[in-house]
C-alpha cells in the first residue's frame, strides 16, 4: 500500500497515515464480545528469545516487503550495546518481528500487540536512541498491521493491530532517591511528551486500537492516557474509530500495583480515559492473579481482560506453566465471567496462545458490564464512594498554610517531614479527604505543591485517601493533579474568570481525571445570600453537564460559609441561607455534592477554640440534615453535637440560625468567659475545670470508680474501693459478683480497646495490676464463702471458666513473651496456670489434665523448641486429648505449625499465636460453641493450603550439590596474609563486671519489641520512637519505669554480669575449624562444624560457610578463633521472685527485659573491648554506640542458633573451651538453652571479610556429611537441623 495522507475532522490536523483509520473498530469489537471471548497475543520477548539474536542481529540493516531501505546501516557504529532492545529489532530484523506476529494471529489472537513497549524517548534515552522513536513505533506498527492484513487474508476472520503503550523506565510516584521521597526524575508533562511522540508515530503506523499496558504506576498511566485524549482531539480522532484498552499490574499477593494502589483504587483513577477494556497482565501467573482480576471484574463498568504470565519465575527466571496447564485455568476464569479478553505475558509463546483460544472457544461470554449506580468515586491508594446514605465526609484542613500557623512555619522552614505529619494526624483523626493549599505571597506556591504531594505520595497512611488539590490560582492545582496518581477533587474553579475560561478549566480537569469544586462565585462577585448561591451554581450545573460532559457526582459545590456574629447585622443570615441553598441544590441538580470551609464561620471568635468547635457542630448539623455532603475541617476537633455543653450549644444555635437579635451579644459575653479561663492558664493558676473533672472520679459510685481505677491503671485507692463494694450486699451479694460486674467490664473495656489498637500493652499490663490487687483483696472472702457453701451442699458443682495451661517447653527457659500473654488473657477473665520453664512433656500434659485445661499454650524462643512442641503434640495424640493446642514464641511460625505440628495431632485444633493481641481472640473463638467449628474448619483448610504450597515449593526449589556448593566457596587470597595474633591463647574470666560499665552499649530497639511498641516509619527505633504519633507516649512511659528500674538493679547491685572469653589457634579444614591447643598446632582441642550455603541464588558468586573466614590448614597462614560467654543474669530469679510476691507481672516482665539488655550490652562491650585490646585487630577503633550497633565494625560475633549457625549442638563445644561454668556460672540444659536466661554466648571472627548471613535451607547430601563429621546418626543431625532442611525428611 502506498502512503497516503488523510485529513480527519474540520478543525484536526493533518494525520500522515499509511492505510485509513477503521471506523467501525469498537463497534465490530463489542459486537464480537457478545458472541465469544476474544483473544490478546502473548508474550513478544520470550518468543524472540527463540530466535537466539545477537549484537548483530540490532545493528543490522534491513529490507521488507519490497523497501530496500527499511533500515539503512545507521546502527553500524553506534557506540552503545543495543542487544536487549527489542523494539529497534522492528528495524533491524523486521522479517522477525513480522513473523512473531503472524505467528500470534495463526495461533488464534484477535489482537497483536506492537513491538513498542518501550518505545518511548524516556525508555530509548538508555540506549542514545531517542531520535529513532518515530520510525520505531511508525514501523513496529506498519509489521503487526500488515501481518494482521495477511492472516486475514487467509483465514477471512478480521484481526487488529494494537499499539503497545509501555509503562517506561520511570515513575512519577516513587522517588530514585531513598533519602529524598519529594524527588522525581521525569514530570508529568515530560511523560505526556514523550507519550504523545509514541502515539502519534503508532497511528500514522496503521494502529487500529492503544494498549496502555503493564502499568506498576497509575499516575504514569494518566500522563499516558492525558496524551492520547489530547493528541485524539488536535487529530479529531474518536475512540470508536480507535478504542482504548488499559493494563494494570498488581505486583503480589498484597493486591496492589507496585505505587500501592488497590485494584479497586486503580480502577477508579483510569476510568475517566473511558476505555473499551481494562484488566491485568504481567506480574503473576494465574492463580495469584486471579483474586484481583475478580475484583476488578467486579467494579469495572467496561469490559475486562487478562493476559497473565505462565506462572511465577523460577530460579532460573523462566516460566514453567505449559499451554496444556494455562488454557484451562483461562477457561474457567471466562466460564466464571471474570473476563472478555484473554491472553499471555511473560512466557508464553504462540503455543500458549492456540491452547487458551482453543480452550475458550466454545465459551459462550458470562460476564455482563456491571451497571453500577452512578455515585462519586474518588481514590488514593484505597477508593472511596461516596452515596446518598454515606456518612459526612471530613476534608482535612490543616494541610493549608492560610488556615495553619503551624503548616505554614513548617513549609517555610522546609520542615517537610514534620509538615507530613500533620497530614497523617488529619488521616489518623477521621479525614476521609485531605485538603493541600499553599496560597502564601511569600511561597512558591506551585514548587510547594509539587513537593509536598510528591512527598505524601510516598507514604502510604496518607497517600491511602483522596487529596483536595486546593489554590485560588488553577496552574498551582495542576501542578497537584501531575503529582498525584489517585482520582483527586481540584478546590476550585468558579464563573469569575468568565463562561469560556471556566469551561476551559472543567475540561482541563475532566482530561486529568479529577472531581470540581465550584465556588458560588460569577463575574459579579461572591454569593452571600441564598438566591445567589442557588442561581450561580444551578448556571455553572447546566455547563459542566451540557456543554463539557462533566459526570454529575463529579461535581461539588462550595456554596461559601461566611463569618457570622461579626457585629453587622447583614451577616447574621449567613448560616442560614448556606443551609436553606444546599437542600435547593441538591433538589434541581442531581448528583451534584455541597462542600465548604467550615472555619471561616466562626473566625469572629479566632484564638477561641472551645466556641469554635462548639459553632461548628452545630452548623454542621443542621447542614447535614439539608444535604451538606462534605466540608473542610479539623477532623480531630470536632465535638459531638450531644456533647456540647447545653448553655453553649443553646447560644450557638441561636447564631447560626438567627433566631435570636442578640445571638450575637450573647455569644460576645461567653468569649469574654472563655478568654477570662484562658488567661488563668497562662498565668499558672491551672485549668480549674481540668482539675475539676481529674478530682470527680474519686465522687462517683464505687462501680465507676472501680472501672475508672483499672481503665487509668491507678491502684491507689482500688482495696478501699473494692471494700465499699464488698460492704455494699444488696448490689453485690457475693465477693465473686464485684469480679464478675465492674472488675470485668472494665476489664472487657479494655480488651476491647486494646484488641483495637487504642490500648498498648504496658497500660494493660498496669491495669491487670489493678485487677491483681483487686482479685487478690477478694480472694480470702471468696474462699470462705466457697467453703462456706460446700459445707452446706457438698454436691455443688463449682462454677467453671475458661482454663488456658501455658509452659515453656522441655529445654528452653524463655518466658517473658508467654507472661505477657497470659496476663493479658487473665485480664480477659481466663483462669491462666502457668507451669513456668523447662517443662517436659508429660509434666505439662498431667498437668493439664489434672487441672482440667481447656486449651494448652507452649511457648520456646531457641530452634529446638520446635521440636519439642512435635513431640508434645504427638504425646498429646497418643492419649487421645481433644484439647486445643496454642504455639507460640520468636521461633515459632505459622508455617512450621501448618506443616509440623498440626499433622502430628488431628484430634483438636492445633493453632499459631503470633502476639499477645491475637490470643484473645482465638480463645475466645476455641472457646465458643457457636464460633468454634467454623473457627477450627477454617484454621485446618487454611494449613492444609499452607502445607500443599510448603510441599509444592521443595519440588520447585533448586539447590547446589554440596560438592558445587564447595566449589563456590568464599575465595580468599591467603597469600602474604598475617592474621593478627590475640594478646593471649586460653581462657580469662570477667567476674561482677560494673554494670554502670554495660549502660552505654544497651541496645533499646528490641527493649521495646517485647512491650510490642512498634513506631511506623520515620519513628521506628530508639530514640525515634517517643515521636511517633500512636506509641511514642506508651513508648516514653515504659522506658522511664525501665530507667527507674535499671537505676534500682544498678544502684543495688541486684543483678551480677560475669563472662568469660577465649582465644585459640585455628585453622578451616574443609568446612570445619581445627581448634588448637597452642601455637604449636598439633593438638586440636575442639572441631567447631559449620554449615554451607546450598540454596540457589540468581547471580551469588559464593555459597558461605563460617569455615571461609578462617584461614585454611593447608594455606600455612596462622590463623586464631575467639570464643565468648556472658551474663548479666545471676540474681534475676531473687528479683523476680520478690515481684512475684506482689503479683507484678509488669516488674516482672520489665526485670526480665532489662537482663536481656544488660546482658546483649555486656556482649556489645566485651566485643569492643576484644576488637580494640584483647585481640586488638581494630586498636584505632573510634566509633558511637549507634554506629556500633549498626555492625559498622570489622569482625563478626555469630552464635550457634542463629542463622549463619543454626545448630544450637556447637554450643556444648564452646562450653568446654570456655569452661563457662566454672568461670562465668553459666548453664548449658539439655537443649543447649543457657542458665541465667539473660545470657549470651558466640564466636569472634577477624577477618576484615567475614560477615553476616544466613545459610538458609540445605539439602540431604549435606545432612548426612554433616552428621558424619559431627559423630552423630543421621536422624539425630536431621532432629537438630530440622527448621533448615529443604526436604522432607521421613
Known amino acids: 500500500l502506498s502512503p497516503t495522507t488523510r485529513k480527519v475532522g474540520t478543525m484536526a490536523k493533518t494525520l500522515n497515515r499509511w492505510c485509513p483509520i477503521q471506523d467501525d473498530v469498537e463497534a465490530y469489537i463489542k459486537e464480537t464480545l457478545a458472541k465469544r471471548i476474544m483473544i490478546i497475543d502473548g508474550a513478544m520477548g520470550t518468543v524472540i528469545q527463540q530466535y537466539k539474536l545477537q549484537e548483530d542481529d540490532f545493528r543490522a540493516s534491513a529490507s521488507f516487503a519490497g523497501d530496500d531501505k527499511w533500515n539503512d546501516d545507521k546502527f553500524k557504529d553506534h557506540p552503545k550495546e543495543l542487544k536487549g532492545n527489542n523494539d529497534l529489532l522492528s528495524l533491524s530484523r523486521p522479517n522477525v518481528i513480522n513473523e512473531i506476529h503472524q505467528r500470534y494471529f495463526a495461533a488464534g489472537a484477535d489482537f497483536c500487540e506492537t513491538n513498542t513497549f518501550s518505545g518511548t524517548t524516556v525508555a530509548q534515552a538508555d540506549y542514545g536512541l531517542e531520535h529513532l522513536v518515530y520510525e520505531i513505533n511508525y514501523k513496529s506498527a506498519k509489521l503487526a498491521k500488515m501481518a494482521a492484513q495477511t492472516v486475514e487474508k487467509e483465514t477471512g476472520v478480521r484481526k487488529f493491530c494494537a499499539g503497545a503503550i509501555g509503562p517506561t523506565n520511570r515513575t512519577l510516584s516513587i522517588s530514585p532517591k531513598v533519602e529524598n521521597a519529594a524527588f522525581r526524575n521525569i514530570t508529568f508533562k515530560e511523560l505526556v511528551t514523550a507519550y504523545k511522540e509514541q502515539v502519534h508515530a503508532l497511528v500514522e503506523g496503521g494502529c487500529d486500537l492503544l494498549f496502555v499496558e503493564t502499568i506498576f504506576d497509575t499516575l504514569n498511566a494518566k500522563a499516558a492516557l492525558f496524551a492520547i485524549d489530547e493528541y485524539y482531539e488536535e487529530y479529531g480522532i474518536k475512540s470508536s474509530q480507535m478504542p482504548i484498552v488499559i493494563s494494570g499490574t498488581i505486583v503480589d499477593m498484597s493486591g496492589r500495583t507496585l505505587s500501592g494502589q488497590t485494584t479497586e483504587a486503580f480502577w477508579i483513577s483510569v476510568q475517566h480515559a473511558k476505555p473499551l477494556c481494562v484488566g491485568l497482565n504481567c506480574a503473576l501467573g494465574p492463580d495469584q492473579m486471579r483474586p484481583f482480576m475478580t475484583r476488578l471484574s467486579n467494579c469495572a463498568t467496561c469490559y475486562t481482560h487478562a493476559y497473565p504470565n505462565a506462572g511465577l519465575p523460577n530460579a532460573m527466571g523462566g516460566y514453567d506453566l505449559s499451554p496444556k496447564d494455562m488454557a484451562p485455568k483461562l477457561r474457567e476464569w471466562a466460564m466464571d465471567g471474570l473476563v472478555n479478553m484473554v491472553g499471555g505475558c511473560c512466557g508464553t509463546t504462540p503455543d500458549h496462545i492456540k491452547a487458551i483460544a482453543d480452550a475458550v472457544a466454545d465459551v459462550k461470554p458470562a460476564r455482563a458490564i456491571p451497571d453500577h449506580p452512578n455515585h462519586m468515586r474518588l481514590s488514593g491508594l484505597e477508593d472511596l464512594t461516596i452515596t446518598p446514605d454515606s456518612v459526612f465526609q471530613n476534608i482535612g484542613e490543616r494541610c493549608n498554610v492560610a488556615g495553619s500557623i503551624r503548616f505554614k512555619k513548617l513549609i517555610v522552614a522546609n520542615d517537610w517531614g514534620k509538615a507530613a505529619e500533620i497530614a497523617q ?455 487421645n486429648m481433644k484439647v486445643p493446642l496454642l504455639i507460640g514464641g520468636a521461633t515459632t511460625s505459622r508455617m512450621h505449625t501448618a506443616v509440623k505440628i498440626e499433622p502430628m495431632y488431628p484430634n483438636a485444633p492445633v493453632m499459631h499465636v503470633l502476639d499477645a493481641s491475637r490470643a484473645v481472640a482465638v480463645v475466645s473463638s476455641l472457646l465458643d460453641d457457636d464460633l468454634k467449628d467454623d473457627f477450627s474448619a477454617e484454621t485446618r483448610e487454611l494449613y492444609e493450603e499452607m502445607r500443599e504450597e510448603h510441599y509444592a515449593s521443595l519440588e520447585e526449589r533448586k539447590f547446589k550439590s554440596l560438592v558445587q556448593a564447595r566449589d563456590m566457596q568464599m575465595r580468599v587470597d591467603w597469600k602474604g596474609r598475617t592474621p593478627p595474633k590475640p594478646s593471649f591463647i586460653g581462657k580469662r574470666k570477667y567476674a561482677n563486671v560494673p554494670l554502670e560499665d554495660l549502660l552505654p552499649y544497651i541496645d533499646w530497639n528490641p527493649f521495646f519489641a517485647v512491650w510490642q511498641l512498634r513506631g511506623k516509619y520515620p519513628n521506628r527505633g530508639y530514640p525515634r520512637i517517643f515521636d511517633d504519633e500512636t506509641v511514642g507516649a506508651e513508648a516514653k512511659k515504659v522506658f522511664d519505669d525501665a530507667q527507674k528500674m535499671l537505676k534500682s538493679i544498678v544502684d543495688g547491685r541486684k543483678l551480677t554480669a560475669n563472662g568469660v572469653a577465649a582465644f585459640y589457634p585455628a585453622n578451616a579444614v574443609g568446612d570445619d575449624i581445627e581448634v588448637y591447643e597452642d601455637e604449636e598446632r598439633t593438638k586440636v582441642l575442639e572441631l567447631l562444624c559449620t554449615l554451607r550455603q546450598q540454596e540457589l541464588r540468581d547471580e551469588q558468586p559464593e555459597y558461605l560457610a563460617m569455615s571461609d573466614f578462617i584461614a585454611p590448614k593447608d594455606s600455612g597462614v596462622k590463623d586464631y578463633i575467639g570464643l565468648f560467654a556472658v551474663t548479666a543474669g545471676i540474681g534475676m530469679e531473687k528479683l523476680l521472685a520478690s515481684y512475684e510476691e506482689k503479683s507484678d507481672d509488669y516488674s516482672k516482665i520489665m526485670a526480665q527485659a532489662l537482663g536481656d539488655r544488660l546482658a546483649e550490652a555486656f556482649a556489645e562491650k566485651l566485643h569492643r573491648d576484644v576488637r580494640v585490646a584483647e585481640w586488638g585487630y581494630s586498636a584505632g577503633e573510634e566509633m558511637n554506640p549507634e554506629d556500633m550497633l549498626k555492625v559498622k565494625y570489622q569482625g563478626i560475633r555469630p552464635a550457634p542458633g542463629y542463622p549463619s549457625q543454626p545448630d544450637h549442638t556447637e554450643k556444648d563445644k564452646m562450653w568446654r573451651l570456655l569452661q563457662a561454668n566454672d568461670l562465668a556460672s553459666i548453664e548449658l540444659t539439655e537443649s543447649m538453652a543457657m542458665l541465667p536466661a539473660a545470657s549470651v554466648s558466640g564466636l569472634y571472627f577477624a577477618n576484615p571479610e567475614s560477615k553476616y548471613f544466613a545459610v538458609g535451607k540445605i539439602q540431604k547430601d549435606q545432612a548426612v556429611d554433616y552428621a558424619k563429621r559431627k559423630g552423630m546418626d543421621v536422624e539425630t543431625a536431621e532432629r537438630h537441623l530440622a527448621p533448615m532442611l529443604g526436604y522432607d525428611r521421613a
Open 425 to 879: 494526624k488529619q488521616v489518623e483523626d477521621g479525614a476521609q479527604l485531605l485538603d493541600i493549599n499553599f496560597d502564601d505571597g511569600m511561597l512558591d506556591g506551585e514548587d510547594c505543591m509539587r513537593k509536598f504531594c510528591n512527598l505524601i505520595a510516598t507514604e502510604p497512611e496518607i497517600a491511602k485517601i483522596p487529596m483536595v488539590v486546593d489554590s485560588s490560582k488553577f496552574h498551582i492545582t495542576i501542578a497537584g493533579l501531575e503529582c498525584l496518581q489517585g482520582k483527586c477533587i481540584v478546590n476550585s474553579i468558579s464563573l469569575k474568570v468568565g463562561e469560556e475560561e471556566f469551561k476551559s478549566q472543567a475540561k482541563l480537569i475532566r482530561r486529568y481525571g479529577a472531581a470540581v469544586i465550584v465556588m458560588a462565585f460569577d463575574e459579579e462577585g461572591q454569593a452571600a445570600d441564598c438566591e445567589a448561591k442557588v442561581r450561580i451554581c444551578q448556571r455553572a450545573y447546566k455547563m459542566l453537564v451540557e456543554e463539557c460532559n462533566f459526570n454529575p457526582v463529579d461535581i461539588v459545590f462550595d456554596l461559601n460559609i461566611l463569618t457570622i456574629c461579626t457585629g453587622l447585622e447583614e451577616h447574621n443570615n449567613y448560616g442560614v441561607d448556606f443551609i436553606k441553598a444546599t437542600k435547593i441544590i441538591k433538589d434541581t441538580c442531581p448528583g451534584a455534592k455541597i462542600s465548604g470551609g467550615l472555619s471561616n464561620l466562626s473566625f469572629s471568635f479566632r484564638g477561641l477554640e472551645v466556641i469554635r468547635e462548639a459553632m461548628h457542630a452545630v452548623f454542621l448539623y443542621h447542614a447535614i440534615k439539608n444535604g451538606m455532603d462534605m466540608a473542610i475541617v479539623n477532623a480531630g476537633n470536632l465535638p459531638i453535637y450531644d456533647d456540647i455543653e447545653p448553655e453553649l450549644r443553646a447560644m450557638c444555635e441561636a447564631a447560626v440560625l438567627n433566631t435570636s437579635p442578640d445571638a450575637t451579644e450573647k455569644l460576645l459575653d461567653r468569649a469574654e468567659k472563655e478568654k477570662e479561663r484562658i488567661a488563668e492558664i497562662k498565668a499558672g493558676g491551672g485549668d480549674l475545670v481540668a482539675k475539676k473533672a481529674a478530682a470527680e472520679w474519686r465522687s462517683a459510685p464505687v462501680k465507676e470508680r472501680l472501672i475508672h481505677a483499672l481503665l487509668k491503671g491507678i491502684d491507689e485507692f482500688i482495696e478501699l474501693d473494692t471494700e465499699e463494694a464488698r460492704s455494699d450486699t444488696v448490689s453485690y451479694p457475693a465477693p465473686l459478683n464485684i469480679i464478675e460486674g465492674p472488675l470485668m467490664e472494665g476489664m472487657n473495656t479494655i480488651g476491647d480497646l486494646f484488641g483495637a489498637g487504642k490500648m498498648f500493652l504496658p497500660q494493660v499490663i498496669k491495669s491487670a495490676r489493678v485487677m491483681k490487687k483487686a482479685v487478690a483483696y477478694l480472694t480470702p472472702f471468696m474462699e470462705e464463702e466457697k467453703a462456706r457453701k460446700l459445707a452446706e451442699n457438698p454436691d455443688m458443682l463449682q462454677k467453671k471458666t475458661g482454663c488456658v495451661l501455658m509452659a515453656t517447653v522441655k529445654g528452653d527457659v524463655h518466658d517473658i513473651g508467654k507472661n505477657i500473654v497470659g496476663v493479658v488473657l487473665g485480664c480477659n477473665n481466663y483462669n491462666v496456670v502457668d507451669i513456668g520453664v523447662m517443662c517436659p512433656c508429660e509434666n505439662i500434659l498431667d498437668k493439664a489434665i489434672e487441672v482440667g485445661a481447656d486449651v494448652i499454650g507452649l511457648s520456646g524462643l531457641i530452634t529446638p523448641s520446635l521440636d519439642e512442641m512435635v513431640t508434645v503434640a504427638k504425646e498429646m495424640q497418643r492419649r
